[in-house]
Protein backbone atom coordinates (compact mmCIF):
# COMPACT_ATOMS: atom_id res chain seq x y z
CA UNK A 1 0.00 0.00 0.00
CA UNK A 2 3.26 2.51 0.55
CA UNK A 3 4.19 1.68 -2.85
CA UNK A 4 0.39 2.53 -4.14
CA UNK A 5 1.26 6.18 -1.99
CA UNK A 6 4.43 6.85 -3.50
CA UNK A 7 3.24 6.34 -6.62
CA UNK A 8 0.09 8.20 -6.70
CA UNK A 9 1.74 11.33 -4.68
CA UNK A 10 4.36 11.17 -7.43
CA UNK A 11 2.02 11.06 -10.50
CA UNK A 12 -0.28 13.78 -8.71
CA UNK A 13 2.76 16.06 -8.28
CA UNK A 14 3.79 15.49 -12.03
CA UNK A 15 0.52 16.26 -13.38
CA UNK A 16 -0.36 19.95 -11.46
CA UNK A 17 3.35 21.41 -11.81
CA UNK A 18 3.42 24.05 -13.64
CA UNK A 19 6.89 25.17 -13.12
CA UNK A 20 9.87 22.30 -12.92
CA UNK A 21 13.52 23.83 -12.44
CA UNK A 22 16.44 22.14 -11.70
CA UNK A 23 16.78 24.62 -8.09
CA UNK A 24 13.15 24.37 -7.60
CA UNK A 25 9.53 23.24 -7.83
CA UNK A 26 6.33 25.42 -7.71
CA UNK A 27 2.56 23.46 -7.24
CA UNK A 28 -0.31 26.03 -8.20
CA UNK A 29 -3.66 25.47 -6.11
CA UNK A 30 -5.79 22.05 -6.49
CA UNK A 31 -8.83 22.66 -8.28
CA UNK A 32 -11.58 22.03 -5.58
CA UNK A 33 -14.05 19.54 -6.83
CA UNK A 34 -17.65 20.90 -7.61
CA UNK A 35 -19.58 18.46 -9.23
CA UNK A 36 -21.59 17.85 -6.28
CA UNK A 37 -22.31 21.13 -5.30
CA UNK A 38 -25.93 21.40 -6.39
CA UNK A 39 -27.80 22.62 -3.25
CA UNK A 40 -25.22 24.88 -1.61
CA UNK A 41 -21.85 26.71 -2.33
CA UNK A 42 -22.75 26.89 -6.13
CA UNK A 43 -20.47 29.65 -6.66
CA UNK A 44 -17.72 27.21 -7.18
CA UNK A 45 -19.59 25.61 -9.99
CA UNK A 46 -19.82 29.05 -11.66
CA UNK A 47 -19.40 32.57 -10.37
CA UNK A 48 -22.94 34.01 -11.31
CA UNK A 49 -24.40 30.93 -9.35
CA UNK A 50 -24.07 33.17 -6.42
CA UNK A 51 -26.91 35.27 -7.99
CA UNK A 52 -28.96 32.54 -10.52
CA UNK A 53 -30.96 30.56 -8.72
CA UNK A 54 -29.82 31.65 -5.04
CA UNK A 55 -32.77 32.83 -2.82
CA UNK A 56 -30.99 33.00 0.33
CA UNK A 57 -28.50 34.00 2.58
CA UNK A 58 -26.27 30.98 4.14
CA UNK A 59 -23.34 29.95 5.95
CA UNK A 60 -22.34 26.97 4.91
CA UNK A 61 -19.26 24.07 6.94
CA UNK A 62 -18.35 21.63 4.17
CA UNK A 63 -15.97 18.49 3.94
CA UNK A 64 -14.75 16.16 1.45
CA UNK A 65 -12.85 12.88 2.15
CA UNK A 66 -11.80 11.47 -1.18
CA UNK A 67 -11.10 8.02 -1.97
CA UNK A 68 -11.02 7.14 1.96
CA UNK A 69 -9.36 3.57 1.69
CA UNK A 70 -6.34 5.67 -0.33
CA UNK A 71 -3.44 6.38 2.32
CA UNK A 72 -3.12 9.94 2.38
CA UNK A 73 -6.14 10.87 0.47
CA UNK A 74 -7.47 14.00 -0.61
CA UNK A 75 -9.37 15.93 1.76
CA UNK A 76 -11.19 19.68 1.62
CA UNK A 77 -12.47 21.34 4.08
CA UNK A 78 -14.65 24.80 3.93
CA UNK A 79 -16.12 27.62 5.43
CA UNK A 80 -18.46 29.93 3.18
CA UNK A 81 -20.67 32.86 3.17
CA UNK A 82 -23.22 33.69 0.16
CA UNK A 83 -26.19 35.86 -0.32
CA UNK A 84 -28.48 37.08 -3.02
CA UNK A 85 -28.34 40.60 -1.82
CA UNK A 86 -31.02 41.70 -4.56
CA UNK A 87 -32.78 40.60 -7.33
CA UNK A 88 -29.68 42.16 -9.37
CA UNK A 89 -26.50 41.08 -7.38
CA UNK A 90 -25.00 38.02 -5.17
CA UNK A 91 -22.06 37.91 -3.35
CA UNK A 92 -20.15 35.37 -1.73
CA UNK A 93 -17.01 34.41 0.74
CA UNK A 94 -15.14 31.30 2.18
CA UNK A 95 -12.00 29.86 3.45
CA UNK A 96 -10.80 26.27 2.46
CA UNK A 97 -8.04 23.64 3.75
CA UNK A 98 -6.96 21.33 1.16
CA UNK A 99 -4.33 18.29 1.79
CA UNK A 100 -3.24 15.66 -1.29
CA UNK A 101 -0.91 13.55 0.06
CA UNK A 102 1.92 15.48 1.58
CA UNK A 103 0.96 18.54 0.01
CA UNK A 104 -1.29 21.65 2.14
CA UNK A 105 -3.12 24.01 0.72
CA UNK A 106 -4.89 27.14 2.37
CA UNK A 107 -7.16 29.83 0.60
CA UNK A 108 -9.30 32.65 0.25
CA UNK A 109 -12.43 33.47 -2.08
CA UNK A 110 -14.45 35.85 -2.83
CA UNK A 111 -17.21 36.16 -5.31
CA UNK A 112 -19.48 39.00 -7.28
CA UNK A 113 -22.01 38.37 -9.42
CA UNK A 114 -24.58 41.27 -10.81
CA UNK A 115 -27.07 40.70 -13.73
CA UNK A 116 -28.29 42.67 -16.30
CA UNK A 117 -31.91 42.24 -17.64
CA UNK A 118 -32.13 41.56 -21.12
CA UNK A 119 -36.23 40.70 -21.57
CA UNK A 120 -39.13 39.59 -19.79
CA UNK A 121 -37.75 36.48 -19.09
CA UNK A 122 -33.58 36.85 -19.93
CA UNK A 123 -30.90 37.70 -18.11
CA UNK A 124 -27.58 38.19 -18.89
CA UNK A 125 -25.16 37.79 -15.41
CA UNK A 126 -21.26 38.45 -15.21
CA UNK A 127 -19.45 37.34 -12.50
CA UNK A 128 -15.97 36.31 -11.27
CA UNK A 129 -14.26 34.41 -8.28
CA UNK A 130 -11.19 35.99 -6.66
CA UNK A 131 -8.98 33.97 -5.11
CA UNK A 132 -5.51 33.42 -2.70
CA UNK A 133 -3.94 30.51 -2.36
CA UNK A 134 -0.46 29.62 -0.27
CA UNK A 135 0.61 26.18 -0.57
CA UNK A 136 3.59 24.10 1.48
CA UNK A 137 4.13 20.45 2.58
CA UNK A 138 2.37 18.92 5.28
CA UNK A 139 5.41 18.05 7.95
CA UNK A 140 8.79 16.47 7.78
CA UNK A 141 9.80 14.50 5.25
CA UNK A 142 9.73 10.58 6.51
CA UNK A 143 13.39 8.66 5.43
CA UNK A 144 11.88 7.77 2.12
CA UNK A 145 10.80 10.60 0.80
CA UNK A 146 14.30 12.76 1.91
CA UNK A 147 16.21 11.15 -1.14
CA UNK A 148 12.88 12.27 -3.42
CA UNK A 149 14.41 15.22 -5.53
CA UNK A 150 11.07 16.43 -6.09
CA UNK A 151 10.29 17.31 -2.94
CA UNK A 152 13.55 18.08 -1.35
CA UNK A 153 13.15 21.25 -4.26
CA UNK A 154 9.89 22.01 -3.33
CA UNK A 155 9.24 25.08 -2.98
CA UNK A 156 6.08 27.42 -1.19
CA UNK A 157 3.95 29.26 -3.32
CA UNK A 158 1.19 32.19 -2.59
CA UNK A 159 -0.72 33.39 -5.80
CA UNK A 160 -3.73 35.51 -6.73
CA UNK A 161 -6.07 33.87 -8.98
CA UNK A 162 -8.90 35.38 -10.86
CA UNK A 163 -11.67 33.02 -12.26
CA UNK A 164 -14.62 34.97 -14.00
CA UNK A 165 -17.26 33.59 -15.79
CA UNK A 166 -20.55 34.33 -17.32
CA UNK A 167 -24.48 32.75 -17.39
CA UNK A 168 -27.50 33.59 -19.87
CA UNK A 169 -30.71 33.14 -18.35
CA UNK A 170 -33.62 32.39 -20.95
CA UNK A 171 -36.54 31.28 -19.49
CA UNK A 172 -35.91 27.93 -17.41
CA UNK A 173 -32.72 27.44 -19.20
CA UNK A 174 -29.33 28.68 -18.40
CA UNK A 175 -26.28 28.74 -20.29
CA UNK A 176 -22.88 29.72 -19.03
CA UNK A 177 -19.10 29.00 -19.63
CA UNK A 178 -16.38 29.51 -16.82
CA UNK A 179 -12.50 29.90 -17.06
CA UNK A 180 -10.65 28.25 -14.26
CA UNK A 181 -7.27 30.47 -13.54
CA UNK A 182 -7.77 33.08 -16.17
CA UNK A 183 -5.41 34.74 -14.32
CA UNK A 184 -2.59 33.82 -12.11
CA UNK A 185 0.28 35.96 -9.92
CA UNK A 186 2.90 34.67 -8.22
CA UNK A 187 3.43 36.60 -5.54
CA UNK A 188 6.67 35.36 -4.66
CA UNK A 189 8.22 35.01 -8.00
CA UNK A 190 5.96 38.54 -9.28
CA UNK A 191 4.98 36.80 -12.25
CA UNK A 192 2.37 37.12 -13.90
CA UNK A 193 0.75 33.51 -15.39
CA UNK A 194 -2.04 33.74 -17.88
CA UNK A 195 -2.46 29.89 -19.24
CA UNK A 196 -5.98 28.78 -18.62
CA UNK A 197 -6.77 25.58 -16.18
CA UNK A 198 -10.12 24.40 -17.82
CA UNK A 199 -12.70 26.32 -19.71
CA UNK A 200 -16.17 24.89 -18.13
CA UNK A 201 -19.14 24.96 -20.12
CA UNK A 202 -22.61 24.32 -18.97
CA UNK A 203 -26.11 24.03 -19.85
CA UNK A 204 -28.68 23.99 -16.96
CA UNK A 205 -32.51 23.47 -16.50
CA UNK A 206 -35.11 24.25 -13.59
CA UNK A 207 -38.58 24.26 -12.78
CA UNK A 208 -41.06 24.20 -9.97
CA UNK A 209 -42.96 21.08 -9.13
CA UNK A 210 -45.55 19.53 -6.85
CA UNK A 211 -48.25 21.55 -4.69
CA UNK A 212 -45.66 23.55 -3.06
CA UNK A 213 -44.52 26.96 -4.47
CA UNK A 214 -40.91 26.29 -3.44
CA UNK A 215 -40.51 22.48 -4.63
CA UNK A 216 -37.88 22.98 -7.52
CA UNK A 217 -36.28 20.05 -9.91
CA UNK A 218 -32.78 21.53 -11.28
CA UNK A 219 -30.95 19.32 -14.04
CA UNK A 220 -27.63 20.27 -15.48
CA UNK A 221 -24.50 18.87 -17.95
CA UNK A 222 -21.22 20.08 -18.01
CA UNK A 223 -18.31 19.82 -20.27
CA UNK A 224 -14.67 20.77 -19.13
CA UNK A 225 -11.94 21.27 -21.38
CA UNK A 226 -8.54 21.00 -19.57
CA UNK A 227 -5.57 22.13 -21.31
CA UNK A 228 -4.83 18.80 -23.06
CA UNK A 229 -7.56 19.39 -25.37
CA UNK A 230 -9.11 17.12 -23.61
CA UNK A 231 -13.23 17.01 -22.90
CA UNK A 232 -14.84 15.71 -19.58
CA UNK A 233 -18.36 15.19 -19.57
CA UNK A 234 -20.59 15.60 -16.54
CA UNK A 235 -24.17 15.79 -15.63
CA UNK A 236 -26.21 15.99 -12.16
CA UNK A 237 -29.98 16.19 -11.24
CA UNK A 238 -31.53 17.55 -7.56
CA UNK A 239 -35.16 17.84 -6.44
CA UNK A 240 -35.40 19.98 -3.93
CA UNK A 241 -38.54 19.30 -1.80
CA UNK A 242 -38.42 22.92 0.07
CA UNK A 243 -40.28 21.64 3.60
CA UNK A 244 -38.23 18.64 4.11
CA UNK A 245 -35.35 18.34 2.27
CA UNK A 246 -33.82 17.29 -1.70
CA UNK A 247 -31.86 14.21 -3.31
CA UNK A 248 -29.31 14.51 -6.17
CA UNK A 249 -27.36 12.06 -8.06
CA UNK A 250 -25.14 12.94 -10.82
CA UNK A 251 -22.18 11.16 -13.27
CA UNK A 252 -18.71 12.25 -13.99
CA UNK A 253 -16.24 10.76 -16.48
CA UNK A 254 -12.93 11.70 -13.89
CA UNK A 255 -14.62 11.33 -10.37
CA UNK A 256 -17.60 8.35 -11.05
CA UNK A 257 -21.10 8.36 -10.12
CA UNK A 258 -22.28 10.04 -6.88
CA UNK A 259 -25.95 9.93 -4.81
CA UNK A 260 -27.11 12.71 -2.23
CA UNK A 261 -29.93 13.19 0.14
CA UNK A 262 -30.45 16.40 2.09
CA UNK A 263 -32.68 16.91 5.09
CA UNK A 264 -34.16 20.01 6.62
CA UNK A 265 -33.78 19.77 10.67
CA UNK A 266 -35.48 22.84 10.96
CA UNK A 267 -36.22 26.07 8.56
CA UNK A 268 -32.98 27.30 8.59
CA UNK A 269 -30.88 24.46 9.04
CA UNK A 270 -29.85 21.52 6.73
CA UNK A 271 -27.62 18.36 6.61
CA UNK A 272 -26.77 17.03 3.61
CA UNK A 273 -24.56 13.89 2.51
CA UNK A 274 -22.88 12.49 -0.73
CA UNK A 275 -21.07 9.37 -1.69
CA UNK A 276 -19.51 9.01 -5.02
CA UNK A 277 -17.42 6.01 -6.57
CA UNK A 278 -14.92 6.15 -9.09
CA UNK A 279 -15.38 3.61 -12.14
CA UNK A 280 -12.51 3.63 -14.32
CA UNK A 281 -9.29 1.31 -13.31
CA UNK A 282 -7.41 3.46 -11.86
CA UNK A 283 -9.88 4.74 -9.20
CA UNK A 284 -12.29 2.13 -8.87
CA UNK A 285 -9.81 0.14 -5.98
CA UNK A 286 -8.92 3.18 -4.43
CA UNK A 287 -12.36 3.40 -2.25
CA UNK A 288 -15.05 6.06 -2.42
CA UNK A 289 -15.92 9.02 -1.57
CA UNK A 290 -17.93 11.21 1.12
CA UNK A 291 -19.08 14.97 1.56
CA UNK A 292 -20.90 16.23 4.04
CA UNK A 293 -22.06 20.00 4.52
CA UNK A 294 -24.11 21.40 7.24
CA UNK A 295 -25.88 24.73 6.15
CA UNK A 296 -27.73 27.57 8.09
CA UNK A 297 -30.28 29.48 6.27
CA UNK A 298 -31.28 32.87 7.86
CA UNK A 299 -32.02 35.37 4.84
CA UNK A 300 -34.89 34.86 2.91
CA UNK A 301 -34.41 37.30 -0.67
CA UNK A 302 -37.59 35.94 -2.62
CA UNK A 303 -39.77 38.40 -0.74
CA UNK A 304 -37.71 41.42 -2.08
CA UNK A 305 -36.80 39.69 -5.51
CA UNK A 306 -40.63 39.78 -5.31
CA UNK A 307 -40.95 43.26 -4.47
CA UNK A 308 -38.84 44.46 -6.93
CA UNK A 309 -40.17 42.28 -9.99
CA UNK A 310 -43.76 43.77 -9.21
CA UNK A 311 -41.58 47.40 -8.90
CA UNK A 312 -40.20 46.44 -12.72
CA UNK A 313 -44.18 44.92 -13.77
CA UNK A 314 -45.59 48.86 -13.14
CA UNK A 315 -42.55 50.77 -14.45
CA UNK A 316 -43.27 48.39 -17.58
CA UNK A 317 -46.97 48.94 -17.90
CA UNK A 318 -46.12 52.90 -17.24
CA UNK A 319 -43.44 52.85 -20.54
CA UNK A 320 -46.36 50.96 -22.17
CA UNK A 321 -49.08 53.36 -21.60
CA UNK A 322 -46.99 55.79 -22.92
CA UNK A 323 -45.74 54.29 -25.76
CA UNK A 324 -49.80 53.54 -26.54
CA UNK A 325 -50.25 57.57 -26.58
CA UNK A 326 -47.29 57.77 -28.75
CA UNK A 327 -48.56 55.06 -31.14
CA UNK A 328 -51.99 57.13 -30.76
CA UNK A 329 -50.52 60.45 -32.03
CA UNK A 330 -49.08 59.43 -34.72
CA UNK A 331 -51.84 56.97 -36.22
CA UNK A 332 -53.89 60.18 -35.67
CA UNK A 333 -51.23 61.69 -37.94
CA UNK A 334 -51.27 59.50 -40.69
CA UNK A 335 -55.14 59.55 -40.99
CA UNK A 336 -54.88 63.27 -41.24
CA UNK A 337 -52.16 63.20 -44.05
CA UNK A 338 -53.93 60.60 -45.92
CA UNK A 339 -57.53 62.44 -45.51
CA UNK A 340 -55.41 66.07 -46.78
CA UNK A 341 -53.65 63.89 -49.76
CA UNK A 342 -56.77 62.29 -50.93
CA UNK A 343 -58.86 66.07 -50.89
CA UNK A 344 -55.97 67.23 -53.38
CA UNK A 345 -55.69 64.44 -55.42
CA UNK A 346 -60.00 64.99 -55.90
CA UNK A 347 -59.40 68.33 -56.58
CA UNK A 348 -56.71 68.05 -58.84
CA UNK A 349 -58.38 65.25 -61.02
CA UNK A 350 -61.54 67.74 -60.99
CA UNK A 351 -59.44 70.39 -62.15
CA UNK A 352 -57.92 68.35 -64.58
CA UNK A 353 -61.73 66.99 -65.89
CA UNK A 354 -62.58 70.53 -65.64
CA UNK A 355 -59.74 71.65 -68.38
CA UNK A 356 -60.27 68.32 -70.82
CA UNK A 357 -64.04 69.49 -71.01
CA UNK A 358 -64.37 73.34 -72.17
CA UNK A 359 -67.46 74.88 -70.64
CA UNK A 360 -70.15 75.36 -73.01
CA UNK A 361 -71.18 78.95 -71.55
CA UNK A 362 -67.61 80.01 -72.36
CA UNK A 363 -68.46 79.26 -75.74
CA UNK A 364 -71.78 80.75 -75.95
CA UNK A 365 -70.40 84.23 -74.42
CA UNK A 366 -67.57 84.37 -77.12
CA UNK A 367 -64.35 84.85 -77.77
CA UNK A 368 -64.11 88.46 -76.56
CA UNK A 369 -65.92 87.50 -73.08
CA UNK A 370 -63.36 85.15 -72.52
CA UNK A 371 -60.41 87.04 -73.20
CA UNK A 372 -61.91 89.68 -70.85
CA UNK A 373 -62.59 87.13 -68.06
CA UNK A 374 -58.81 85.97 -68.48
CA UNK A 375 -57.50 89.55 -68.23
CA UNK A 376 -59.90 90.11 -64.72
CA UNK A 377 -58.14 87.10 -63.41
CA UNK A 378 -54.55 87.89 -64.04
CA UNK A 379 -54.96 91.28 -62.72
CA UNK A 380 -56.88 89.67 -59.72
CA UNK A 381 -53.77 87.26 -58.78
CA UNK A 382 -51.44 89.95 -59.33
CA UNK A 383 -53.34 92.23 -56.85
CA UNK A 384 -53.56 88.76 -53.87
CA UNK A 385 -50.06 88.11 -54.43
CA UNK A 386 -48.80 91.57 -54.26
CA UNK A 387 -51.15 92.01 -50.63
CA UNK A 388 -49.32 88.58 -49.89
CA UNK A 389 -45.67 90.11 -49.99
CA UNK A 390 -46.86 92.87 -47.93
CA UNK A 391 -48.26 91.06 -44.92
CA UNK A 392 -46.22 88.20 -45.44
CA UNK A 393 -42.73 88.93 -46.37
CA UNK A 394 -41.56 85.01 -46.41
CA UNK A 395 -43.04 83.39 -49.19
CA UNK A 396 -44.81 80.01 -48.60
CA UNK A 397 -42.42 77.22 -49.83
CA UNK A 398 -45.59 75.37 -51.18
CA UNK A 399 -46.17 78.41 -53.53
CA UNK A 400 -43.05 77.37 -55.53
CA UNK A 401 -43.56 73.67 -56.03
CA UNK A 402 -45.89 71.51 -58.52
CA UNK A 403 -48.45 69.14 -57.52
CA UNK A 404 -46.15 66.38 -58.40
CA UNK A 405 -43.69 67.65 -55.84
CA UNK A 406 -46.08 68.32 -52.89
CA UNK A 407 -47.44 64.76 -53.53
CA UNK A 408 -43.98 63.23 -53.46
CA UNK A 409 -42.95 65.14 -50.41
CA UNK A 410 -46.21 64.03 -48.79
CA UNK A 411 -45.12 60.59 -49.68
CA UNK A 412 -41.83 61.11 -47.72
CA UNK A 413 -44.14 62.31 -44.43
CA UNK A 414 -46.38 59.44 -44.26
CA UNK A 415 -43.86 56.29 -44.82
CA UNK A 416 -41.66 58.54 -41.66
CA UNK A 417 -44.92 58.47 -39.65
CA UNK A 418 -45.44 55.15 -40.54
CA UNK A 419 -41.75 53.91 -39.52
CA UNK A 420 -41.89 55.64 -36.32
CA UNK A 421 -45.79 54.26 -35.71
CA UNK A 422 -44.29 50.69 -36.34
CA UNK A 423 -41.27 51.16 -34.18
CA UNK A 424 -43.62 52.19 -31.14
CA UNK A 425 -45.70 48.97 -31.74
CA UNK A 426 -42.65 46.81 -32.05
CA UNK A 427 -41.78 48.05 -28.01
CA UNK A 428 -45.18 47.78 -26.89
CA UNK A 429 -44.92 44.21 -28.23
CA UNK A 430 -42.00 43.29 -27.07
CA UNK A 431 -42.83 44.74 -23.53
CA UNK A 432 -46.69 43.78 -23.04
CA UNK A 433 -47.52 40.74 -21.11
CA UNK A 434 -50.59 38.84 -23.19
CA UNK A 435 -53.47 38.65 -20.84
CA UNK A 436 -54.01 35.27 -22.30
CA UNK A 437 -50.81 33.48 -21.22
CA UNK A 438 -50.47 34.09 -17.74
CA UNK A 439 -46.89 34.13 -16.13
CA UNK A 440 -46.28 31.87 -13.27
CA UNK A 441 -46.50 34.77 -9.88
CA UNK A 442 -43.14 35.53 -8.42
CA UNK A 443 -43.54 33.80 -4.58
CA UNK A 444 -42.24 34.06 -1.53
CA UNK A 445 -42.21 31.89 1.81
CA UNK A 446 -42.45 33.71 5.32
CA UNK A 447 -43.10 31.68 8.92
CA UNK A 448 -45.54 33.59 10.66
CA UNK A 449 -47.01 32.13 13.40
CA UNK A 450 -49.54 34.55 14.35
CA UNK A 451 -51.09 33.90 10.84
CA UNK A 452 -53.31 31.04 9.37
CA UNK A 453 -50.98 28.61 6.97
CA UNK A 454 -52.27 28.85 2.84
CA UNK A 455 -51.24 31.10 0.10
CA UNK A 456 -51.88 35.05 0.33
CA UNK A 457 -51.91 37.65 -2.78
CA UNK A 458 -50.30 40.62 -1.92
CA UNK A 459 -51.25 43.57 -3.76
CA UNK A 460 -48.70 46.16 -2.12
CA UNK A 461 -45.96 46.35 1.10
CA UNK A 462 -45.87 48.97 3.28
CA UNK A 463 -42.96 49.64 6.17
CA UNK A 464 -45.50 51.98 8.52
CA UNK A 465 -48.43 50.24 9.65
CA UNK A 466 -51.39 53.15 9.03
CA UNK A 467 -50.74 53.05 5.19
CA UNK A 468 -51.25 49.83 4.97
CA UNK A 469 -54.55 49.61 7.04
CA UNK A 470 -55.98 52.62 4.48
CA UNK A 471 -54.93 50.50 1.58
CA UNK A 472 -56.42 47.67 3.44
CA UNK A 473 -59.51 49.42 4.22
CA UNK A 474 -60.16 50.85 0.36
CA UNK A 475 -59.80 47.01 -0.49
CA UNK A 476 -62.75 46.04 1.54
CA UNK A 477 -64.80 48.72 0.38
CA UNK A 478 -64.75 47.18 -3.30
CA UNK A 479 -65.34 43.58 -1.94
CA UNK A 480 -62.00 41.87 -0.87
CA UNK A 481 -61.09 39.94 2.32
CA UNK A 482 -57.94 41.92 2.68
CA UNK A 483 -55.68 41.29 5.60
CA UNK A 484 -52.38 42.94 6.92
CA UNK A 485 -49.85 40.36 7.49
CA UNK A 486 -46.90 41.88 9.48
CA UNK A 487 -43.74 40.30 9.27
CA UNK A 488 -41.39 40.72 12.45
CA UNK A 489 -38.33 40.20 10.94
CA UNK A 490 -37.93 42.71 8.71
CA UNK A 491 -41.00 45.25 9.81
CA UNK A 492 -43.04 45.17 6.09
CA UNK A 493 -46.60 45.24 6.35
CA UNK A 494 -48.22 42.48 3.53
CA UNK A 495 -51.73 43.79 2.34
CA UNK A 496 -52.91 40.72 1.22
CA UNK A 497 -56.21 40.64 -1.67
CA UNK A 498 -57.31 36.86 -0.80
CA UNK A 499 -56.06 33.84 0.84
CA UNK A 500 -56.14 30.31 -0.89
CA UNK A 501 -55.68 26.54 0.28
CA UNK A 502 -53.55 25.88 -2.48
CA UNK A 503 -50.56 26.58 -4.79
CA UNK A 504 -52.95 26.21 -7.96
CA UNK A 505 -56.03 27.69 -6.42
CA UNK A 506 -53.76 30.49 -5.58
CA UNK A 507 -52.10 30.82 -9.20
CA UNK A 508 -55.38 30.25 -10.82
CA UNK A 509 -56.78 33.51 -8.79
CA UNK A 510 -53.73 35.12 -9.93
CA UNK A 511 -54.58 34.83 -13.63
CA UNK A 512 -57.92 35.26 -13.29
CA UNK A 513 -57.20 38.71 -11.88
CA UNK A 514 -58.72 37.73 -8.53
CA UNK A 515 -62.49 37.02 -10.39
CA UNK A 516 -61.34 39.43 -13.19
CA UNK A 517 -61.51 42.27 -10.78
CA UNK A 518 -58.19 43.43 -9.85
CA UNK A 519 -55.60 44.28 -12.84
CA UNK A 520 -52.80 45.83 -11.16
CA UNK A 521 -49.60 43.92 -10.14
CA UNK A 522 -49.40 40.99 -7.44
CA UNK A 523 -47.06 38.09 -5.53
CA UNK A 524 -47.62 35.34 -3.90
CA UNK A 525 -46.66 35.22 -0.31
CA UNK A 526 -46.99 31.32 0.98
CA UNK A 527 -47.50 31.70 4.39
CA UNK A 528 -46.39 28.51 6.88
CA UNK A 529 -45.94 26.83 10.32
CA UNK A 530 -43.48 25.02 11.80
CA UNK A 531 -44.30 21.91 13.57
CA UNK A 532 -44.27 23.61 16.91
CA UNK A 533 -45.47 26.95 15.47
CA UNK A 534 -48.56 24.70 13.76
CA UNK A 535 -49.17 23.01 17.48
CA UNK A 536 -49.22 26.72 19.18
CA UNK A 537 -51.75 28.34 16.32
CA UNK A 538 -53.77 25.08 16.85
CA UNK A 539 -53.80 25.84 20.50
CA UNK A 540 -53.98 29.52 20.46
CA UNK A 541 -57.50 29.32 17.80
CA UNK A 542 -58.59 26.39 19.77
CA UNK A 543 -58.75 28.38 22.69
CA UNK A 544 -59.85 31.55 21.08
CA UNK A 545 -62.69 29.44 19.80
CA UNK A 546 -63.89 27.93 22.92
CA UNK A 547 -63.70 31.20 24.78
CA UNK A 548 -66.18 32.28 22.12
CA UNK A 549 -68.22 29.55 22.57
CA UNK A 550 -68.51 29.83 26.43
CA UNK A 551 -69.64 33.27 26.11
CA UNK A 552 -72.21 32.29 23.71
CA UNK A 553 -73.20 29.34 25.80
CA UNK A 554 -73.81 31.98 29.09
CA UNK A 555 -76.10 34.50 27.19
CA UNK A 556 -78.15 31.84 25.85
CA UNK A 557 -78.32 30.55 29.71
CA UNK A 558 -79.63 33.56 30.91
CA UNK A 559 -81.91 34.44 27.89
CA UNK A 560 -83.80 30.83 29.11
CA UNK A 561 -83.81 32.23 32.48
CA UNK A 562 -87.67 33.12 33.73
CA UNK A 563 -87.80 36.71 34.48
CA UNK A 564 -87.53 38.32 37.55
CA UNK A 565 -89.51 41.58 38.38
CA UNK A 566 -87.36 44.04 40.43
CA UNK A 567 -88.98 44.59 43.66
CA UNK A 568 -88.47 47.24 46.82
CA UNK A 569 -86.66 46.53 49.41
CA UNK A 570 -88.66 45.83 52.73
CA UNK A 571 -89.25 48.65 54.92
CA UNK A 572 -90.87 49.18 58.07
CA UNK A 573 -94.49 51.14 57.97
CA UNK A 574 -96.86 52.15 59.85
CA UNK A 575 -99.98 50.30 60.28
CA UNK A 576 -102.52 52.69 58.73
CA UNK A 577 -100.17 52.68 55.69
CA UNK A 578 -100.40 49.10 55.09
CA UNK A 579 -104.13 48.75 55.71
CA UNK A 580 -104.40 52.01 53.06
CA UNK A 581 -102.06 49.78 50.97
CA UNK A 582 -104.17 46.30 51.29
CA UNK A 583 -107.36 48.44 50.54
CA UNK A 584 -105.94 49.42 46.84
CA UNK A 585 -105.28 46.48 46.18
CA UNK A 586 -108.51 44.72 46.81
CA UNK A 587 -109.94 48.12 44.92
CA UNK A 588 -107.88 47.30 42.17
CA UNK A 589 -109.11 43.93 42.08
CA UNK A 590 -112.79 44.49 42.20
CA UNK A 591 -111.90 46.37 39.44
CA UNK A 592 -110.06 44.65 36.80
CA UNK A 593 -110.88 41.36 37.90
CA UNK A 594 -109.54 37.74 36.41
CA UNK A 595 -108.47 39.40 33.41
CA UNK A 596 -106.04 41.75 35.39
CA UNK A 597 -104.80 38.81 36.89
CA UNK A 598 -104.10 36.39 33.80
CA UNK A 599 -102.20 40.02 32.48
CA UNK A 600 -100.30 40.33 35.72
CA UNK A 601 -99.64 36.36 35.03
CA UNK A 602 -98.18 36.47 31.63
CA UNK A 603 -96.50 39.26 32.66
CA UNK A 604 -94.34 37.51 34.92
CA UNK A 605 -93.41 34.56 32.76
CA UNK A 606 -92.56 36.93 29.13
CA UNK A 607 -90.88 39.74 30.54
CA UNK A 608 -87.43 39.74 29.26
CA UNK A 609 -84.58 39.20 32.44
CA UNK A 610 -83.70 42.16 34.19
CA UNK A 611 -79.82 42.51 34.44
Known amino acids: MKQLTQLFLIATLTITSWVMGQESVRVPAQGIPSQNLLQYNRFLVNPTFSRVGQEYSYVSLYGRNQWVSFEDSPQLYMINYGSRVSATTGVAAGLYQQSNGILNYFGVNANYAYGIRMGRKSWLTLGTNFAYMQSGLKGSLNPEQQDDPFLLNYEETSQLNLLPGLNLTLGKFDFGVYANNLIVYDLKESELLTDVDQFIGHIAFTSNFGSESQNRIRTMVRGRLD ?4 INLSGNILADFSRFGWVQAGYDDYFGISGGLGVNLTPN ?14 LSNLGATHEIALTYRFRNVSEEIAMEEVEDQIENQRVVDSLKVLLTEKEVQIDSLKAEMSQQQATTSQESLSQQQPSTKAGEEGQAQQEQRTRSNQVRQTQQQSTRKENDPQPDPLDTLTPEEIEEAQQKQLIALQKTRDYYARKIERREVDPKQCQTPKFA ?6 YEEGFYLIANVYKPLPPAERFRTSLKNKGYDSKVIQNPQNGYK ?9 RSEAEQGYCDHVDGNYKAPMWLLEVRHTRAQRKAYSLRTAAAGESQGSAFAKANEKSRQPAVLKTSPVTKTSANEEQEETRKRIKGSASFGSKNNRDESRARTDAPPML
Open 227 to 230: QNSE
Open 269 to 282: VSLGYTIEKGLSNE
Open 445 to 450: VKYLEQ
Open 494 to 502: YVSIKRYDS
